[in-house]
């Protein structure tokens, strides 16, 4: 009986990771509002009453669904460390291009975190603080390479890099990847190559 | 007759402009998509009926509130060559201090056009025309003084003084002004004093 339950559980994800992938794939593409707990519930095959079991609200569920986004994004960093141990321009440089190649693919909306944001005015929303955290962290995390590789000013380049980042990630929404936004590799490592560095 | 009718406009605006001017005040503290029609005509002491005889739908109504953004993000140009004639580069820095002024002031939650673009991914809103215009002539306008301020590369320093607006005004919205959204003025005008220009 426990076994039948477990190869069952393997063959089909569990209710819970099912209304999450629904959560991500419909929030991202049309927006945290635009999407009803009804229309999550039936892309995963499930029911309100489960959702709501597993999740509470839809600011609970909202929530979750941005503790994975962050966690994707903060992935991204240990990617680029294990590619490039003790060498944080490198680190910096792959960064930028594969955060790079991730805004030119397509159905690309930027950071569901940064438009989440946007979509939630509320301070008191239990997403505020997955949000801070995470936007903060990443501008660290930049910081934190820039001190490492030398620079000079690390928390100039820091600002300087995470803003044309989040600039990017909203242009692409509003003009396409023909606009600005679309050079953002190009203007960041720009950017990158005309800080000063202590000479090494 | 008419004089009386005159008289009573200029009273109180008509319907019209008051249906616009809540539109303003509750789409842009709240979103796009978080306030109802409904909402909208008690705000502006109307009626539904009224409200769709002036714009049809909430579509248009959305339309016709980010044209007025539009158009008032863009008297700023005419403000700062106004107050600094035949000064290109003195333009571009008043420029960056009305708009970093703007970010500072309590309520802002960022640039109500590039807020639609993220909450209206549909390519077929009739906003997306006025989005994307206003977006590329913002840009157009930072390369236009960059090239008649003398600066070798004036597209570069424009996407970057662009990007770095858009990224601070998403970033105030998802960590407040102490993070380095809070810092695009000081960005900004480093950016503006590094770049090169042609010796004059």
């Not at 692409?172 to 203007?187: I, M, N, T, Y």
Request: proline content about 4%; glycine content about 6%; overall charge positive.
């Amino acid at each position: 009986m426990a076994i039948a339950r477990k190869t069952a559980e393997m063959a089909e994800p569990a209710p819970r990771e099912r209304i999450l992938a629904a959560a991500h794939a419909l929030f991202y593409r049309r927006g945290i509002r635009a999407v009803s707990v009804d229309e999550i519930a039936e892309a995963a095959t499930t029911n309100k009453m489960t959702l709501y079991r597993h999740f509470r609200s839809k600011d609970l569920l909202v929530t979750e669904y941005l503790r994975g986004r962050a966690a994707d994004a903060e992935r991204i960093w240990d990617d680029v460390a294990r590619a490039h141990p003790g060498a944080p321009l490198r680190q910096l440089e792959a960064w930028v291009g594969k955060i790079s190649a991730r805004l030119a693919e397509n159905g690309n909306r930027g950071c569901a975190i940064a438009n989440a944001a946007i979509e939630i005015p509320e301070k008191d929303h239990p997403a505020r603080p997955v949000i801070e955290r995470h936007k903060s962290l990443q501008r660290e995390q930049l910081a934190r390479l820039n001190r490492l590789a030398g620079f000079t000013d690390p928390e100039r380049l820091a600002d300087e890099i995470f803003l044309l980042l989040e600039g990017a990630r909203v242009n692409v929404q509003s003009v396409g990847r023909r606009g600005p936004g679309g050079r953002f590799k190009e203007r960041a490592l720009s950017l990158v190559k005309s800080a000063a560095r202590r000479t090494s």
